[in-house]
């Protein structure tokens, strides 16, 4: 079992998979990346990503029906798992704790 | 839009993702490039889409997507990785053994290596010409009724044209030819060897032209072109191209320009040469004679024939233009010339190694050394893969247990098999690497010691040589000790009862040999020195120790044989007269011929009986035979001060006159009426004049030419017979002889060169070929004793092992340490007998075949048997006798402490 560290690359994955729901597959994430970070990320990334997510318990993946385009081909449709939502919460939860204690003096708003 | 659903992207790029991407992950993967690809020729231009389509399934390329063959995942692969682990291991555990093994194949390895180098270079003459197969040699045959053979691969000058012109299948014609040419102008004019050759050479052969001219190096009668060390020569590090040469030619002087520089001719090609000029300069080279005789010899001609000719088809077609070109009718009589002036036609690749066909200028090797050594290097290797073996047997009884247990775990034989099968391999790569680094750090020496020039590179060839032969190795000595594993009765074993082991009997053959390729090896070594010696040490019926011989010029080289030789005595009286005034010169004498030299002038005519006979024909000054030491026999040498012998004297040689037939020869006639004035007076004894692989041949020794020279027929010369002058030098310093005959020569000959020989030096010059397989085979022979030690010594170490217990008894019992050492030396002693015994008939009618190549040849005698067989005998006894002394000595309560 790898270890379930989450990189910065796969969190934004694991999100984008989330945020997706039900319709989340190679392309679609990769778009949707690019969309919202504006980050170019080629698609093969992407897969290793979603693979990883998939080996260590954060998402699960099943193969979707025919499709009319890409000749036909299934796509691979992934979704959250509990423990990757719980891996996000973690993260989330952990970001906000750290960003509260940033005083407010340091913005030299006040 | 509308087309949009036509264009599809790259067909290969697509074929490619098929090809390596795991089938799980294909349909997405390729789904999803798909897509990027629909959805980018809606947006952008279709080349930048298929671009980018294949950056996306270059970028998929990744270990975690690639296919793992099924067969490569299989169970084969773990096995072989486990396999290793295991043979990895046990090497581990056993260091002394695996030490052992290694080191033996390695050196065997080393051996065969080095071996092989001098056979390949032999085998490969002049093999790397692209166009090796169409190349032959012609040679010429001339047969006579009465029973003389002329067969000559040095040819007519004009066999090549006429070829040419004559059969279709010629393609083109190369003559080879080689001069001795003064270099240079005015001081310093250095003597070196000239060729001749076609202009067409450098496009027929494949020596690479290193500067100048590629396309037509020899285009100008005026081209000269150089190898590269002659252009070092000449020229230093300067650019040669241009520059000018002079040479000398015939009697005059001629300027021709550097056009190329050529590489040297490579280790492995028979052609020798530094300088080349056209043969279209051959009005300068050759007398008319030359150029339309059909009967003279002068260079060597070689043809390219066409794609798909035999050659040997090309007979008709050789006989046709011989019945149109040649009137033999002068020579023949009045019968078919055709069938007495044959030519024929021999394989470039083929020379180097056919002493069927008479050498020309291209150096012919001795096929049979090549073929011993070979078969020594072999063996040699073989007798290493049996130490392997012959080891793994005799520790097969330890490992009983593992193989028990494996069978019991479900190990088919096969699997035990490839198991024990890695471990060889295991061994004989590591083996090969020791092997290689040792050939790399000994190739020196061995060039050194075996008077060779040979190179070693890791090439292309040579490593998958190389790895074929590692493989075989690691085959050879591991699968007898894997089928005997492998065969171990289970419920015998796991039981704790005795394993059969199978190889006992054959671990004892292999010993046995082991032990008789030692004894030959190092009885036939011996032998070889003893045959040396004694070509070295024999008798030759003169004494030539420091005897210094010192080859003259003729004044021209155009002028009558007899004047030339005549130039040359006189130039030989100045140098004598320059010399003497020396005390540390004694002896002087000059001849046309000196020992250690091959070629002597051969003479043939026709006695008055018809029949047809040949001399050798030595010419000298009154001094020559007194400066040698030659016995008289009967009758007296030439007396300077009486003019009848100077212009009318022969001598003979014992031989001469038996194979002439002559009774008290002195005052009679050689057996011919075409002989001018002459009158025998002397005869001496027989001496070797030759090497000793001939016998001694009839010897006609002159004074004066004239009248011998009329009444021969032919006349047959190998060696230069422009006199040479020879004296005796009292003096130890060799440095000092070069000075003072330098001193003397300069002030007479500052135009030529100078060079002297020592006889005894020449001399043994005759034997470097057997001199070298010598060498070779004494390096084969330590080696292989080598071999055989690390065998011996892992078996003693295991024999004392095993019975380390009985041994420990025995002595607990009384067994005094003499008793014991005398049973385990007894382990090998039949072995050794057997093996000494068997090696002397081998050795005897091996050796004395090769003896039968000489015509003076030693006794193999006793001696060299008794002394190969105490050698092998210390050795044997040396390697147990440690081992076996330590254990005979150790503490008992040691042996028997631990049950």
Request: glycine residues 8%; neutral net charge.
């Amino acid at each position: 079992m790898k270890g379930t560290y989450l990189g910065e690359f796969e969190e934004l994955v694991l999100l984008t998979v989330g945020a997706l729901y039900p319709e989340a597959y190679g392309v679609a994430v990769m778009d949707e990346i690019k969309q919202e970070t504006g980050r170019k990320v080629n698609i093969s990334a992407v897969h290793s990503a979603m693979r990883r997510l998939d080996e260590k318990g954060f998402v699960k993946s099943e193969m979707g029906g025919a499709t009319n385009e890409r000749g036909g081909r299934r796509k691979r449709y992934f979704e959250l798992t509990a423990f990757g939502k719980k891996a996000l919460d973690d993260a989330q939860s952990f970001r906000m704790k750290l960003y509260n204690r940033i005083p407010d003096i340091s913005f030299g708003t006040s | 839009m509308s087309n949009r659903r036509n264009i599809s992207p790259p067909k290969w790029a697509d074929r490619f993702l098929e090809l390596y991407c795991k089938t799980e992950f294909l349909e997405e993967i390729q789904g999803d490039v798909h897509e990027l690809f629909e959805a980018r020729i809606a947006k952008q231009n279709r080349s930048m889409a298929k671009v980018k389509f294949v950056w996306d399934v270059l970028r998929f390329l990744k270990w975690s997507n690639i296919k793992k063959s099924k067969r490569l995942n299989s169970n084969v692969i773990t096995m072989t990785r486990n396999n290793l682990k295991v043979a990895a291991r046990v090497l581990w555990r056993q260091k002394a053994n695996a030490a052992l093994n290694i080191s033996g194949i390695a050196v065997g390895l080393t051996c065969f290596i080095l071996i092989s180098l001098y056979v390949k270079q032999e085998v490969s003459y002049d093999g790397f010409h692209q166009k090796k197969d169409r190349i032959y040699r012609a040679w010429v045959k001339e047969v006579y009724d009465d029973g003389r053979v002329f067969f000559n691969t040095t040819t007519p000058l004009p066999l090549g044209y006429r070829l040419e012109e004559n059969i279709p299948e010629v393609e083109e014609f190369i003559l080879f030819d080689s001069r001795e040419t003064l270099v240079g102008r005015g001081d310093n004019r250095v003597k070196d060897e000239l060729n001749i050759v076609s202009a067409n050479f450098f496009k027929v052969f494949d020596f690479e032209v290193l500067k100048g001219n590629r396309a037509n190096p020899l285009d100008e009668l005026s081209s000269v072109v150089l190898s590269d060390t002659y252009s070092q020569k000449y020229f230093g590090d300067a650019n040669p191209i241009g520059e000018m040469l002079s040479l000398q030619v015939g009697g005059a002087i001629h300027d021709f320009i550097v056009t190329a520089v050529v590489e040297d001719p490579p280790l492995n090609s028979g052609f020798s040469y530094t300088m080349l000029v056209s043969l279209e300069n051959r009005p300068l080279f050759y007398s008319d004679g030359m150029m339309k005789g059909w009967f003279n010899i002068g260079p060597e001609t070689y043809v390219l024939l066409k794609e798909g000719t035999n050659a040997d088809g090309l007979k008709p077609k050789t006989e046709a233009m011989v019945k149109s070109l040649i009137d033999g009718s002068g020579v023949f009589g009045d019968v078919p010339v055709e069938e007495h002036y044959l030519i024929g036609f021999q394989p470039l690749t083929d020379i180097h190694l056919n002493a069927d066909v008479p050498g020309g200028r291209y150096p012919v090797g001795n096929p049979q050394y090549v073929y011993i050594l070979g078969a020594i290097s072999l063996l040699i290797l073989v007798i290493a893969c049996m130490n392997y073996a012959t080891l793994s047997i005799g520790q097969s009884l330890k490992r009983a247990k593992e193989v028990g247990v494996r069978k019991v775990a479900g190990a088919h034989p096969i699997n035990l098999v490839s198991q024990y099968l890695t471990e060889s391999m295991l061994i004989a790569f590591l083996a090969t690497i020791l092997g290689v680094l040792l050939t790399i750090v000994a190739l020196p020496v061995f060039n050194e010691l075996a008077q060779v020039n040979l190179a070693f590179e890791l090439s292309a060839d040579n490593v998958i040589y190389i790895i074929l032969v590692t493989s075989f190795i690691g085959f050879l000595s591991g699968i007898y000790p894997a089928l005997i594993l492998s065969r171990f009765n289970v419920s015998s074993i796991l039981r704790g009862g005795i394993v059969q082991s199978g190889g006992r009997w054959v671990r004892k053959a292999a010993i046995t040999f082991q032990l008789l390729l030692t004894v030959f090896l190092i009885s036939s070594t011996l032998i070889m020195r003893k045959q040396l010696n004694y070509l070295q040490s024999s008798d030759l019926g003169y004494s030539y120790d420091a005897m210094i011989s010192v080859p003259l010029y003729a004044d021209s080289h155009r002028g009558k044989v007899s004047e030339e030789i005549g130039t040359a005595f006189k130039n030989a009286d100045m140098l004598k007269n320059e010399l003497s005034k020396n005390t540390a010169f004694s002896d002087f004498g000059s001849g046309s011929h000196v020992f250690g030299s091959e070629g002597w002038v051969r003479l043939g005519f026709d006695a008055n009986t018809g029949n047809y006979l040949q001399f050798r024909f030595l010419i000298v000054d009154p001094y020559y035979l007194d400066a040698f030491d030659i016995d008289l026999v009967e009758g007296e040498k030439f007396d300077p001060a009486l003019d009848i012998h100077k212009s009318q004297g022969v001598i003979l040689n014992e031989t001469a006159v038996a194979y002439f037939g002559l009774e008290n020869p002195i005052g009679k006639k050689l057996p011919s009426d075409k002989f001018g004035e002459h009158q025998i007076i002397g005869v001496v004894k027989d001496f070797n004049f030759e090497s000793l692989r001939e016998e001694i041949s009839p010897l006609v020794i002159v004074q004066n030419v004239l009248p011998i020279f009329q009444g021969i027929s032919d006349f047959n010369s190998g060696d230069s017979f422009i006199p040479k002058l020879v004296f005796r030098y009292q003096g130890s310093n060799l440095s000092e002889v070069s000075d003072l005959i330098d001193k003397s020569w300069s002030g007479l000959f500052p135009n030529e060169k100078l060079n002297f020989y020592f006889v005894e030096q020449s001399l043994q010059n005759q034997y470097e070929d057997e001199a070298r397989v010598n060498q070779i085979v004494s390096i084969a022979t330590l080696l292989s004793i080598v071999i055989a030690s690390f065998g011996l010594l892992g078996l003693t170490i295991l024999m004392v092992n095993s019975k380390i217990k009985e041994i420990g008894v025995r002595k607990v019992l009384g067994a005094s340490s003499r008793s014991i050492l005398q049973i385990l030396l007894g382990q090998f002693s039949i072995q050794l007998i057997i093996a000494i015994c068997l090696s002397i008939p081998i050795t005897w009618y091996l050796m004395s075949s090769w003896l039968d190549d000489f015509a003076f040849r030693t006794d193999i005698g006793v001696d060299p048997f008794i002394f190969s067989a105490v050698i092998t005998l210390s050795i044997v006894l040396t390697v147990i006798g440690f081992h076996a002394f330590k254990a005979a000595r150790s503490n008992p309560i040691r042996a028997l402490r631990i049950e």
